[in-house]
């Protein structure tokens, strides 16, 4: 299984432009395996929608419902273990609370992070894709 960050689940579940080729091969090759999201995800997505910061092509509860039914996705929920990391990354980590989730959930369930987002995959205490 490998973790899409916030935004590449957005633009697969969107097949938007902004899906690079390399990105869309990498999760095509790891469907088999599974594609999880982090609960945190579907909430950014929801407070982006609400700011306008993100364009939806319908109401959001009616986006949520189709994209969290992509095929192979999985949503991982935020646990104990997972927020304590959050606060706590190797390395002075600092950026905002659903990134510092999201490698909270990387390492902790040991999965690789498939991102665009070059500050997340500079993170040399995660296996980043992308």
Known sequence: ??????????????????????????IESHRPKGLGLSFI???????????????????????????LKAPDLSVVPLSREIILESATLPGGFRSDPADELILATARILSLPLLTADRKLADYRHITALG
């Not at 916030?6 to 869309?24: E, F």
């Not at 909430?43 to 009616?62: F, I, M, N, T």
């Open 1 to 26: 299984m490998i973790l899409l960050d916030t935004h590449m689940w957005y633009w697969w579940v969107s097949d938007s432009p902004r899906l690079l080729a390399r990105y869309r091969e990498q």
């Open 41 to 67: 995800s579907i909430w950014e997505v929801a407070k982006k929608h609400g700011l306008g910061k993100l364009e939806l092509d319908r109401p959001l509860g009616e986006w949520l419902d189709i994209a």
